[in-house]
């Protein structure tokens, strides 16, 4: 769920853009001119002039990289002190825009990378999730039979324990009787003794240490006084692997194996990606705008401008590329080499 945010990041580059702007301003610049009559001989003088502004714009940008934007902008002019030809001044336009870019940036494959790759890296987490929880198993079977080894480890020393104690017992009496035939069978058997009885010690610290590991992957405390019953017994039945079918079953279900394949098909599409920014900048842009004018005429009569009336375009093809490339095509070919290493990585 976490990973799936980012396929909602990628996609958010195609969603519209609203902008709204309200503005107040207030200009006031003092300007000096020639008066022959004033004892200075220059006097000052300033025009207030008082606007509000409003502008809404919308964009969307599509698939292939090409982004329209229609906005509309409307500012009101007031004047003081004097007499102007409109006193309020509205100015408006309506502008229609579209930019398409030519090389980087351009095409469906390059804009949908980012998504392309969110996904399978939402579909990854998922396998490693699967891989982290087939590995709990797999370590609880282990820990399993390592208990279950370490157990009869003990029990068969046990018994050799057992049965040296008893070859010690009676070559310690015929040593007592002096019925030994060889001397050195009693220490033979001594030695043998302590060093099975040094085995068993060894043995049964390993099986406090196994169960430990059992008790601590699942969840229990290493002092726990809840026993472990051991259940399950292993078959004594010889089992015949059929290795080919183990491996084809292993490249269509392994986790790990299925998330080296979804790491490929990601840096294949960041391969896509690093090509298409490793082109110059060259756009395509188109400008339409209509420009209206209306207000007050010192007479207070309302006059403004034919819709259509004056207009304004712009059509043109800009060019900007780094001398070099050297940062783009230096990525490109990182990209490359993930490719490579990720099919030597999946082999």
Do not use: C
């Not at 902008?19 to 200009?27: A, D, E, V």
């Not at 008790?215 to 019953?229: F, M, Y």
């Not at 194996?257 to 900048?281: F, G, H, S, Y």
């Amino acid at each position: 769920a976490i990973a799936n945010t980012d396929v909602d990041v990628a996609q958010s580059v195609f969603d519209p853009t609203l902008g709204i702007g309200n503005n107040w301003h207030n200009n006031e610049q003092p300007a000096s001119f020639l008066t022959p009559t004033d004892p200075f001989g220059a006097r000052f003088r300033g025009t207030r002039i008082g606007d509000y502004a409003f502008d809404i714009g919308l964009a969307q940008r599509n698939t292939v990289g090409g982004t329209l934007k229609l906005d509309y902008a409307d500012t009101v002019s007031r004047f003081h002190p004097g007499v102007f030809p409109l006193n309020p001044e509205d100015r408006n336009s309506l502008g229609l825009s579209y930019t398409q870019p030519l090389l980087r940036g351009a095409g469906a494959a390059a804009n949908l990378a980012p998504i392309v790759i969110a996904r399978l890296n939402t579909e990854r987490s998922y396998f490693q999730f699967k891989d982290s929880l087939q590995e709990l198993v797999r370590g609880v079977i282990e820990a399993y039979w390592n208990v279950y080894f370490a157990h009869e480890d003990v029990a068969a020393r046990r018994k050799q324990v057992d049965q040296a104690k008893e070859a010690y017992d009676k070559a310690e009496g015929g040593a007592k009787t002096g019925t030994l035939k060889d001397p050195g069978e009693y220490p033979q058997s001594k030695a043998a003794y302590f060093n099975f009885k040094a085995s068993l010690t060894a043995a049964e610290g390993n099986l406090l240490r196994r169960k430990a590991a059992l008790q601590n992957i699942l969840g229990l405390p290493p002092d726990s006084s809840q026993p472990l019953e051991l259940t399950t017994k292993p078959k004594s039945a010889r089992i015949d692997p059929k290795w080919e079918d183990t491996v084809r079953l292993a490249q269509e279900s392994r986790p790990d194996l299925i998330e080296l394949e979804l790491i490929l098909e990601a840096d294949q599409q960041a391969v896509v990606l690093a090509n298409n920014q490793a082109r110059p900048q060259v756009d395509a842009a188109m400008f339409y705008r209509w420009n209206g004018l209306e207000g007050k005429t010192p007479s207070r009569n309302d006059v403004e401008t034919n819709f259509g009336q004056f207009t304004d375009w712009t059509l043109g093809v800009n060019f900007s590329v780094p001398l070099g490339l050297r940062k783009d095509r230096a990525g490109l070919r990182r990209a490359g080499l993930l490719v490579m290493r990720d099919e030597a990585n999946l082999e």
